[in-house]
């Protein structure tokens, strides 16, 4: 008859380490190196907000930007022309130059121990006008209508604002409230509460085979 030949088995273990290291073996799809690209890691921070995609409305178009104005910059990532690098998304500027389509803005930039003033042109499709001013304009309007109303009436008044000030002396009367301690109970009452209650217990059940 015929013999069986002695069949020689091979097992081979991969880790799972080995296939995310820059080795010249793995292929270029699978290696997991960190891209450094102008538009890397922005699948979230440039995408359109939801049910807000499409043409964005004319009105942002027909905004009138003036010289000492302050902008923020929200990047549209559907127009590409005019676009910020990524690391100015959400950066608030003032605007210190005014082109055909585009707006010059400055805006400070954090490198080590320094802040530097950044000049940049940014198009008008990823500028939004920047209410970080309002409250200060708010205040400003309500001080001036105060100012009037005091003249009129012939009083002084001080639009300066104030801290809040502590709480007042004042005298507790112990005969209207009453004392609550705050500090913790003993363990000897917590063992008296413990006694009170009725626990029952089961006495355990022995099995018989």
């Given at each position: 008859?015929?013999?069986?030949?002695?069949?020689?088995?091979?097992?081979f273990f991969?880790?799972?380490?080995?296939?995310?290291?820059?080795?010249?073996?793995?292929?270029?799809?699978?290696?997991?190196?960190?891209?450094?690209?102008?538009?890397?890691?922005?699948?979230?921070?440039f995408?359109?907000?939801?049910?807000?995609?499409?043409?964005?409305?004319?009105?942002?178009m027909?905004?009138?930007?003036?010289i000492?104005?302050y902008?923020?910059?929200?990047?549209?990532?559907?127009k590409?022309?005019?676009?910020?690098?990524?690391?100015?998304?959400?950066?608030?500027?003032r605007?210190?130059?005014?082109?055909?389509?585009?707006?010059?803005?400055?805006?400070?930039?954090?490198?080590?121990?320094?802040?530097l003033?950044?000049?940049?042109?940014?198009?008008?499709?990823?500028?939004?006008?920047?209410?970080?001013?309002?409250?200060?304009?708010?205040?400003?309007?309500?001080?001036?209508?105060?100012?009037?109303?005091?003249?009129k009436?012939?009083?002084?008044?001080?639009?300066?604002?104030?801290?809040?000030?502590?709480?007042?002396?004042?005298?507790?009367?112990?005969?209207?409230?009453?004392?609550?301690?705050?500090?913790?109970?003993?363990?000897?009452?917590?063992?008296?509460?413990?006694?009170?209650?009725?626990?029952?217990?089961?006495?355990?059940?022995s099995y018989t085979?």
């Open positions: 008859g015929l013999e069986s030949a002695p069949v020689e088995e091979h097992f991969f880790s799972s380490r080995r296939r995310h290291t820059r080795c010249r073996e793995v292929s270029w799809a699978r290696r997991c190196v960190q891209e450094t690209g102008v538009r890397a890691r922005t699948r979230s921070l995408a359109k907000p939801f049910r807000r995609h499409g043409q964005d409305p004319i009105s942002r027909l905004v009138n930007y003036h000492g104005d902008a923020d910059i929200i990047v549209d990532g559907s590409h022309l005019g676009m910020p690098h990524k690391f100015y998304y959400g950066k608030t500027g605007i210190f130059d005014i082109s055909k389509r585009a707006v010059g803005i400055v805006i400070n930039k954090r490198v080590r121990n320094k802040v003033p950044k000049r940049l042109h940014v198009r008008i499709e990823h500028l939004q006008k920047s209410k970080c001013r309002q409250e200060f304009l708010n205040r400003i309007h309500s001080n001036d209508k105060a100012k009037v109303n005091a003249k009436e012939g009083k002084k008044i001080t639009t300066k604002r104030k801290p809040v000030e502590p709480i007042g002396g004042h005298l507790v009367e112990l005969t209207k409230t009453k004392v609550e301690f705050i500090n913790p109970k003993p363990y000897q009452y917590l063992y008296q509460v413990q006694t009170q209650q009725h626990f029952t217990y089961q006495t355990p059940v085979h």
